[in-house]
């Protein structure tokens, strides 16, 4: 009974000491949760940095931010342009370069990533570098001076000139004379780049100006000038059969044709300055701006020219010319023979000279623009059979000069636009009909 009662004390003892515990255990929790709140209270007053709801918070955490992006910002791309690059062709790359903030031209070409370099426009094929061609032309043509009778050179007889045998271009000049070629700057530090330096001390580098003297002076045999620098007062060569001055001219077949094109190793920034530069197409030879006319001289279709018309068909005279016609902007056909019914090739009524009507055809066949009337067998058949002529003419819309129905009409020019240029063409027959 005694024992029962301790237990039971022992019982109550340890139940007690469980509920202080208890209690103390509640009034710590309930102070330490004041306390929270009293900091937060003192944190949101004195505006502490720490503090959640911190409006500098959100300032310190904006600046770090737009530390990161400027550290990540892509610099500008960096471009070298070769110092032999044409000024013109340079001048519009510059603007085009500055006016974009994510170019940057720099001048040594150690410190670019990307390059304009100007090489032939076949382009270089030894595999060393890839270039990626923009469409920025620069076209150079062999000229002579003006009364020289040779037409055309070959370009593999111009490099062995410039290599030092000069003996390869003699067939220039008659009389065994030496061959001196001049030259501006511009051509020769390109022509130097891609031939080498030149071991034929024939040459020579001086003006534009000085070069056209050298040629009517005879001090000159041959240049190479840019195609927006060609002088009328000389004589361009045709290089390898081609022409220069042909609308079809294919730049990877002419080896005066230079291009500027661009290269760098890393392929995603070529592919980014091509796409900022698309657009920029350039050249020195413009031919929206050029106008070519040819010149004929006297064209009479009778006697053994009809005659052979009549047995070969009336295009036969201008089988082999008349592509070369037609490609002219402007084809001039001096026809000094009026058209007549019932005029014959096989009779012959010299010096009274007639056409048929139909040859006509082979005038329109050659691309006929415009007709000169100075021949002095226009009227050979009367007034009538001449304004019947003139007639034909102006179905065809074909302007005409030299002659008309009356005074007023003979001395007006014929007026011809083409491409921005401005033909007056006049003529007069001193020999009289």
């Known amino acids: 009974m005694r024992l029962k009662n301790i237990y039971k004390t022992l019982i109550s003892f340890l139940l007690l000491i469980l509920f202080v515990f208890s209690v103390s255990c509640t009034l710590s929790s309930c102070t330490l949760f004041g306390k929270d709140r009293e900091g937060d209270d003192i944190s949101e007053e004195a505006g502490d940095p720490a503090s959640k709801d911190s409006p500098d918070e959100g300032i310190v955490k904006e600046e770090n931010k737009s530390s990161g992006d400027e550290a990540h910002e892509k610099l500008p791309v960096r471009i070298w342009i070769e110092d032999i690059v044409p000024e013109e062709i340079r001048s519009k790359l510059v603007n085009y370069v ?26 270089i094929t030894d595999g060393s570098v890839t270039y990626k061609d923009m469409n920025i032309f620069y076209i150079m043509a062999p000229s002579t001076f003006f009364y020289n009778t040779i037409d055309e050179i070959e370009w593999e007889d111009l490099r062995a000139w410039w290599s030092g045998d000069k003996e390869s271009l003699a067939y220039i000049l008659e009389g065994g004379k030496p061959i001196i070629m001049a ?10 780049k891609i031939l080498g330096e030149p071991a034929n001390d024939n040459i020579q580098v001086m003006d534009g100006t000085d070069i056209i003297d050298g040629f009517s002076n005879g001090s000159i045999t041959i240049s190479i ?7 009328k007062r000389v004589k361009i060569l045709s290089l390898n059969g081609m022409s220069v001055f042909d609308r079809d001219l294919d730049y990877s077949d002419y080896p005066l044709a230079f291009s500027v094109m661009l290269h760098g190793e890393d392929e995603a920034v070529i592919e980014r300055i091509l796409s900022a530069m698309d657009g920029l197409e350039t050249t020195n030879r413009d031919m929206s701006e050029f106008t070519s006319l040819i010149m004929t001289g006297v064209t009479a279709m009778v006697r053994g020219t ?21 490609e002219a902007d ?3 056909i001096s026809n000094e023979v009026p058209f007549v019914e019932g005029c014959s090739a096989f009779e012959d009524r010299f010096p009274f000279f007639c056409s048929s009507p139909e040859y006509i055809g082979l005038l329109e066949y050659v691309g006929t623009d415009v007709v000169e009337l100075t021949g002095n067998h226009m009227n050979d058949h009367g007034h009538d ?19 008309g129905r009356d005074l007023d009409q003979s001395y007006a020019p014929a007026l011809i636009e083409s491409n921005g240029h401005k033909f007056a063409f006049l003529g007069f027959n001193w020999w009289g009909p």
């Open 98 to 123: 500055n006016s974009d903030p994510d170019l940057e031209i720099v001048k040594n070409s150690g410190d670019g990533e990307v390059f304009l370099e100007i090489i032939p426009a076949s382009g």
């Open 183 to 192: 030259l501006e700057e511009q051509e020769y530090n390109i022509l130097v």
């Open 225 to 231: 000038a840019a195609f927006n620098k060609i002088d």
């Open 306 to 326: 009809a005659q052979r018309m009549e047995n070969h068909g009336i295009l036969y005279p201008g089988e082999k010319i008349a592509d070369l016609l037609k």
């Open 330 to 332: 402007i084809t001039h």
């Open 385 to 403: 059979w001449f304004i019947y002529t003139l007639e034909m003419y102006d179905d065809r819309g074909w302007p005409y000069y030299g002659g």
